[in-house]
């Protein structure tokens, strides 16, 4: 089975712009995670996508909004981009069970300049 | 406010050497306790994980040791191989959900 994908896989954007990532989940897998990885934080969960539907969400501001797609494909998007934003977005999907074993892809490095 | 806290930051292991890596967490409500291995540019991907139900875990070279009472849990890599050179993070979940909290990671360099 081929892993989870990402696009695109590098991004250059400056400030007060917006993005969006997307994330094809392994074949299968329904539930879609996104966590932010930065030097000084460290990997943070964003939020999680279940059947099109926002099932648990981190401690982020309302800048950072996701959604999920029928055929379980999943984009996130930042609007009005800051400094700080700058990091490894990764995305892991997971089939449903009792304990979900996440796969993450390889992320999107976004550079905020 | 870090909810697993991980040390130590980076290792320096000889080959054929065990690592260890411990990590520590506050939230009595933590159920499940997976490691990722991440390489760069890479995504992190899973190790082995265990719950609370069990003192310890073995998977290969890999093991992971589990004390509920003192709320901690550690990695321990049996005869490290330069090509375990990576950074590992342990993480917790609240039933199985998908939201990790991740320690803040330990880069291990082996040796050869």
């Known amino acids: 089975k081929a892993g989870v994908t990402q696009t695109p896989r590098y991004l250059i954007k400056t400030r007060g712009q917006q993005v969006t990532l997307s994330c094809s989940p392994i074949?299968?897998?329904?539930?879609v995670s996104w966590y932010q990885q930065t030097p000084g934080q460290g990997l943070q969960f964003l939020f999680e996508?279940?059947?099109?539907?926002?099932?648990n969400k981190g401690n982020f501001p309302g800048r950072f909004s996701g959604r999920q797609f029928s055929n379980s494909r999943s984009e996130m998007n930042v609007s009005t981009l800051e400094l700080g934003d700058s990091a490894l977005y990764l995305c892991?999907?997971?089939?449903?069970?009792?304990?979900?074993?996440?796969?993450f892809g390889p992320g999107t490095r976004l550079l905020v300049l | 406010q870090q909810q697993v806290k991980q040390s130590p930051q980076s290792l320096i292991v000889q080959k054929g050497g065990i690592s260890i890596i411990n990590c520590a967490y506050e939230?009595?409500?933590?159920?499940?306790f997976p490691w990722y291995q991440q390489f760069p540019g890479k995504g992190p991907a899973l190790l082995i994980a265990?719950?609370?139900?069990?003192s310890e875990k073995k998977e290969g070279r890999f093991t992971i040791s589990f004390n509920k009472s003192a709320k901690q849990f550690s990695l321990h890599i049996m005869d490290s191989q330069p090509g375990d050179s990576a950074t590992y993070f342990c993480?917790?979940?609240?039933?199985?959900?998908?939201?990790?909290?991740f320690g803040t990671g330990t880069r291990l360099t082996v040796i050869p």
């Open positions: 892991a999907s997971s089939f449903p069970g009792v304990r979900e074993t996440q796969y």
């Open positions: 074949s299968g897998h329904r539930s």
């Open positions: 996508y279940f059947s099109e539907t926002q099932r």
């Open positions: 939230n009595t409500a933590f159920d499940y």
């Open positions: 265990i719950r609370p139900d069990v």
């Open positions: 993480a917790a979940s609240i039933g199985g959900a998908n939201n990790l909290f």
